[in-house]
């Protein structure tokens, strides 16, 4: 008794102290409710923005705090918002003290623990919203006491276990309600005894659901936004209840275990059942496993609608033409069916298409040059089909496509020049078809791919565009398996946001460029199987983010280390290179020269020879002279070749030149010591070279 007396001493005290130190006057019950939010205040463990340093001011009022709101009537705080705050900690009970309160926003914050079922006592709440944060456990049941509530956001969380009936049942004026991205397990707990009249905005989308859609649901008839997407529920599509839904607009039922009625052979009847919905904007059936053709009845649809989702199903069959009058659809996904037969021309009717997703069917014929028409057309995907024939030349007129996908059909022809005038493209991928001719200048020069080029797997030939360097924003090449010949132009160096480049299985040639290894963001090269040859530059060697390297089968020479982008690479990189050698595991070693080794080998070498050529040579000189003086001795002619030779290295001379040449030697001139001059000025000039004179005068005086 004594310390209920103090308790209460103490609470007396604190108004008091309020009051003094606000310097304003406050009801009773708001300072109860400030010391509340003081207390809530307490478990907020991070505050990063700052947003509640106001909380501690004694000279504001409460109801001038940051996210507080207060009725002026009745001295209440009826809202509390401190959504995106980045504020952490827990979410305190003490909050149920607000007992006027009508508006409780938590949002996008860091909260963590459980969500405190004493929330459910704040009777008068219409808006609860605890959504983008890190809650876990189970949703409290009393939550479902909140008769009045009319918005209810717990999604984004960590929260698990079944959905608390009360939440259904008891929620009568509720009108949203988002529970979505959780771990949420179970069935909808929705039985015929309750009533959501009101409900306009169901989301359960990325839980562990199971079961059917409980009928109970037709009761809400003014249901707009219904989103099971990404759960397991099974059992037929939900005709019977969405039949009762006129103001339905956004119906998402992906990636669940639904069947078609009959069986699952017959989409009709759900399709007829959304005529009535006249607003229907967005319809979604996507990762189910619905078998059956696609209705005609699909043309019946609101012509509101802007997407359609039918892809990662089993529908086979044609596409309807009727599907073209839903003039306003911006968005029509097909994709990842069993679709055959040709790609209607009707389409081009759906002049608002932006997205155009029918690729992985088997589809078949030629592309419809009639796509071109479809002026707002920003991404066309007819990848993984059988389509034959040229691409067209109209698609030049697409000003607005983005992203082409035309990869693994069995187009031919050549590229069109033409689509260097979708001057917005980012994507362009033709590879794995029969394409063949060069690779148009106009198209290697468009400056807006941003993600990625493919020509692989076609029959491309000629030389790689220099063209191809304009490209400073793309992030990959891939030319691989194609005839490509030429040299790899250095200007590649230029595509200074390239990560990947593959030029594999070509017949390229000459030296691999050092600017290639000096690209800022590389990341994977391959230009195995060419016939590249020389020194792998010291530059890829050098590169700080190469980490997947491919030269293997061509004539790349020269030392290979184990260091920089070699590192972490195998023998299999290198293979196919009989002149590579290094420190690669599996590699041979190089051989080392020293300098003097290079040096001295040479003088051995010339050491060794010349004896031989001496040894072998002198005899067939001197048999060559011994012949000569035998035939002229035996007074015979010479050969032609002799002759030849003999006058070559005795050519005619005159007798004036003769005695110029002997600076008129006689005998009187002569000596007697010798019998030929001795000075260099008695040379005579031949035909040849220098004739020494003394040899004439020796056979004059003879």
């Known amino acids: ?104 926003d938590l949002s996008r914050n860091f909260f963590e623990g459980h969500i405190p079922a004493e929330l459910g006592d704040i009777l008068q709440l219409r808006q609860l919203s605890l959504s983008w944060n890190l809650l876990g456990g189970n949703i409290p049941e009393e939550l479902g006491f909140l008769h009045q509530l009319v918005y209810l956001d717990l999604g984004n969380n960590r929260l698990a276990g079944d959905i608390p009936a009360p939440l259904f049942c008891n929620g009568s004026s509720l009108q949203y309600m988002d529970l ?132 990662e199903n089993i529908l086979y069959g044609s596409i309807p033409s009727h599907i073209s009058n839903l003039v306003n659809l911006t968005l029509l996904n097909l994709s990842s069916n069993l679709l055959n037969g040709t790609i209607p021309p009707e389409l081009c009717r759906m002049g608002k298409l932006e997205r155009v997703y029918l690729s992985n069917n088997s589809l078949s014929g030629e592309i419809p040059a009639a796509l071109a028409n479809i002026s707002h057309l920003g991404l066309l995907d007819l990848s ?49 078809n029969d394409i063949s001719g060069t690779i148009p200048s106009e198209v290697a020069g468009l400056r807006s791919l941003k993600l990625y080029l493919n020509l692989s797997r076609n029959h491309l030939h000629g030389p790689l565009p220099l063209e191809l360097s304009k490209m400073d924003m793309v992030l990959a090449i891939d030319l691989s398996s194609n005839n490509l010949s030429g040299t790899v132009p250095p200007q590649l160096g230029s595509c200074i946001a390239l990560e990947y480049l593959n030029l594999s299985g070509n017949v390229l040639e000459g030296l691999l460029p050092a600017t290639i290894g000096q690209l800022p963001y590389l990341k994977e090269l391959d230009v195995s199987s060419n016939q590249l040859s020389g020194n792998i530059p010291q530059s890829i060697e050098a590169s700080p983010t190469l980490k997947h390297l491919n030269f293997s089968f061509n004539k790349f020479s020269g030392n290979i280390s184990n260091k920089g982008a070699f590192a972490s690479l195998t023998i299999d990189s290198f293979l196919g290179n009989d002149a590579l050698c290094g420190q690669i595991k599996g590699m041979p070693n190089c051989r080392r020269r020293s300098a003097h080794l290079s040096f001295i080998l040479p003088v051995l070498l010339s050491l060794f020879v010349t004896p031989l050529l001496c040894m072998f040579a002198y005899p067939l000189v001197l048999r060559s002279r011994f012949r000569r003086k035998m035939v002229i001795f035996n007074g015979g002619d010479l050969g032609d070749e002799d002759k030849e030779t003999k006058d070559l290295k005795h050519p005619r001379i005159s007798y004036r030149q003769l005695i110029e040449a002997t600076g008129g030697a006689d005998d009187s001139n002569s000596t007697d010591d010798s019998m030929f001059l001795s000075s260099s000025d008695g040379l005579l000039c031949g035909s040849v070279g220098y004739i020494a004179p003394g040899m004439f005068l020796l056979s004059a005086t003879t």
């Open 1 to 104: 008794m004594g310390s209920c007396k103090f308790s209460m001493f103490s609470f007396l005290c604190l108004i008091i102290i309020l009051f003094v130190v606000s310097g304003e006057e406050i009801s009773p019950q708001l300072v109860k409710e400030r010391i509340s939010l003081l207390s809530f205040r307490s478990d907020v463990v991070l505050d990063p923005e700052g947003a509640l340093e106001i909380w501690n001011s004694s000279g504001i009022h409460v109801c001038n705090w940051t996210g507080v709101k207060c009725n002026n009537a009745s001295d209440h705080v009826v809202q509390l918002d401190l959504s995106g705050l980045s504020l952490r900690g827990r979410i305190s009970p003490v909050l149920a003290n607000l007992s006027s309160l009508l508006v409780l």
């Open 384 to 432: 993984k089909n059988k389509l034959t024939g040229s691409i067209p030349d109209s698609f030049a007129y697409l000003s607005q496509l983005r992203r082409l996908f035309l990869y693994e059909n069995q187009l031919s022809g050549t590229i069109p020049p033409s689509l260097g005038q979708c001057v917005n493209l980012e994507i362009l991928d033709l590879s794995s």
């Open 180 to 311: 979505s991205n959780n771990s949420l397990t179970g069935k909808i707990p929705l039985n015929n005894e309750c009533k959501l009249g009101a409900l306009r905005f169901l989301l359960l989308w990325s839980n562990r659901l199971v079961g059917q859609v409980p009928r109970a649901l037709s009761n809400s008839t003014n249901l707009e936004w219904l989103d099971l997407e990404s759960n397991m529920l099974s059992g037929e599509l939900p005709s019977e209840i969405v039949r009762k839904m006129p103001k339905l607009q956004f119906l998402y039922l992906s990636y669940n275990d639904f069947v078609s009625h009959d069986g699952n052979t017959n989409l009709e009847p759900f399709f007829a059942s959304l005529v009535n919905s006249s607003n229907l904007q967005e319809l979604e059936l996507a990762g189910n496993n619905l078998f059956g053709e696609i209705p005609p009845i699909i043309g019946d649809l609101s012509t509101k609608c802007v997407q359609i989702h039918l892809d």
